[in-house]
């Protein structure tokens, strides 16, 4: 199922109006296929689910955490430190027309939030979007590698002598983390990796 009959089968849920939702998929295509998008693209949101279906039977409320997948990186800008709070406010803004309920909106914006800074929550379908979002950082060196890349180009913008320490802080903060990954499903798969992969990266900046 690729992303846009994901999305559709989901929406179809709570709403018949193919027109509305369309245009909601048309939005989301747009702003994921924005110039200087190289890592959070639609790519990025086919691997998150890639990861999420191999523990789908685990995940409460699959309907909602795919919503907070669809929506989590909608706005995506380098020079700003409020892209979660602002695809926060636009998921819960896009769902509502869709009839979704307060309770779901407000699970689905506190999931989106929670992305900021990967705590671990009290609940455990946030957790296996957390993990999901963060399951390239334990992949093999070469795709992390090339992850990095992407994230370089994202920040183009900003010369290597602001962006290293930067990118030094934000990967020294998930090796303060007690776990990296917050569900025994992703740990056992990507912990070991992920601490390695981000000591390589330490390394070379």
């Given amino acids: 199922m690729n992303l846009r009959e994901r999305f559709t089968k989901g929406c179809l849920q709570f709403a018949d109006n193919h027109q509305l939702i369309e245009d909601l998929w048309a939005e989301l295509e747009k702003k994921y296929t924005e110039k200087g998008r ?6 990025h949101l086919e691997s998150m689910f890639a990861e999420l279906d191999t523990v789908k039977d685990k995940i409460a409320d699959f309907s909602t955490v795919s919503f907070s997948v669809f929506y989590h990186d909608a706005v995506y800008d380098a020079t ?8 926060a406010e636009m998921a819960v803004l896009r769902l509502d027309k869709l009839g979704l309920s307060p309770n779901v909106l407000q699970k689905v914006s506190d999931q989106i939030l929670s992305t900021k800074a990967h705590h671990e ?4 379908d946030t957790d296996y979007l957390l993990d999901a979002d963060l399951s390239v950082l334990g992949k093999s060196f070469e ?5 990095t890349k992407k994230i ?6 900003y010369p290597d002598f602001m962006y290293k320490p930067g990118r030094k802080k934000v990967l020294q ?18 912990e070991v ?9 330490i390394e070379s900046l």
Avoid: P, Q
Avoid at 38 to 43: I, Q, T
Avoid at 80 to 87: G, Q
Avoid at 152 to 157: T, V, W
């Fill in 143 to 147: 795709t992390y590698m090339e992850y």
């Fill in 121 to 124: 929550s009290v609940d455990r």
């Fill in 80 to 87: 700003s430190k409020k892209n979660e709070e602002k695809s």
């Fill in 38 to 43: 190289h890592y959070h693209n639609l790519a």
């Fill in 173 to 190: 903060h998930f090796l303060e983390l007690k776990s990296i990954f917050k569900t025994n499903e992703f740990r056992d798969r990507y």
């Fill in 152 to 157: 370089r180009k994202e920040y183009s913008i």
């Fill in 193 to 201: 990796t992920a601490r390695e992969n981000i000591r390589g990266e």
